[in-house]
């Protein structure tokens, strides 16, 4: 079971947001109550193999997810996952990682 990663979610109009907004683009309410989401979709892959000034980088993979019932959001892969993997997700601090469903 995931914990799940921390989002925002507007009070007047229940828009989802990761990280939190000042204002809802929706409804320009400025009222959020915190809420989860446990599991998403990777829709896409990014792989940081450089970053300047960093000479011992292990490369990274980063997901772009559609949440279910939340906003899409960019976490850390933490294995081999590719797009249309349902993910759990899940926070380290305050960084989003997922990982793939364990098999049943
Ligand atoms: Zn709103």
Redesign the pocket.
């Known amino acids: 079971m995931s914990d799940g990663v921390g989002i925002w979610r ?6 989802a947001y990761f990280p939190e907004r000042l204002l ?6 400025h009222e959020f109550a915190p809420d989860r989401v446990a599991e998403g979709v990777v829709e896409e892959i990014t792989v940081i193999r450089h970053v300047l000034g960093q000479t011992a980088w292990q490369p990274r993979r980063l997901a772009n997810v559609r949440t279910v019932n939340g906003p899409r959001m960019t976490v850390g892969l933490r294995d081999e996952s590719e797009p249309g993997t349902l993910i759990d997700l899940f926070q380290e601090g305050n960084a989003p990682f997922g990982a793939a469903k364990a098999a049943p």
């Open positions: 507007c009070k007047a109009c229940g828009a809802c683009s929706r409804c320009h309410g």
